[in-house]
């Protein structure tokens, strides 16, 4: 009986130990892989050096890297849709820098003194009941 369990004990070493014949040798084509890129965490880094995936952003104003959300946050003004994105503004001094939701770049706005409104073009920024941002004379968000 020990026999027997000592030879399967050698066979079965005998056979997961032997060379595997690739599928090239037999005249097979291998399948195909499909090669997986990996991106390392924290390798999101912009032109800037600013990490989005730690909540950083370049900021034109103060040039350097930000959390926006660190900022005053700006809600659209209630149009009777829902939205789920939040936009922020950073103050730096007689200027406003506005990071939008509907924007790629962000906006920079100038106010000549205390107490005015910050103004860039067809935007202005109100301090009144915390701030509120016109676009043409229209509101399209309010913020504390």
């Known amino acids: 009986m020990k026999k027997i369990i000592l030879f399967a004990i050698i066979a079965t ?5 032997a060379k595997k014949v690739s ?15 990996e991106t390392a965490v924290g390798a999101d880094s912009d032109a800037h050096g600013c990490k989005a995936s730690a909540g950083y ?6 040039k350097e890297c930000i959390r926006i959300f660190d ?29 939008l939701d509907t924007q790629k ?3 920079i706005l100038e106010r000549k003194s ?15 009941k915390g701030y509120v941002l016109k ?3 229209k509101i399209i968000y309010t913020g504390q």
């Not at 070493?13 to 130990?17: G, H, K, N, T």
């Not at 073009?121 to 109100?126: A, C, K």
Request: hydrophobic residues 30%.
């Open 13 to 17: 070493l005998a056979f997961s130990c």
């Open 23 to 37: 599928s090239e040798k037999k005249g097979l084509k291998a399948p195909k892989t499909e090669s997986k890129t």
């Open 57 to 62: 952003t370049w900021s034109t104003l103060k």
């Open 71 to 99: 900022g005053t946050k700006l809600s659209h003004y209630d149009d009777g849709k829902n939205h789920t994105t939040a936009s922020y503004v950073i103050f730096d001094g007689n200027k406003a820098e506005l990071f």
């Open 105 to 107: 770049e962000s906006i």
């Open 114 to 128: 205390e107490g005015d409104s910050w103004v860039n073009g067809d935007w202005q920024l109100i301090p009144w």
């Open 135 to 137: 676009k043409e004379g």
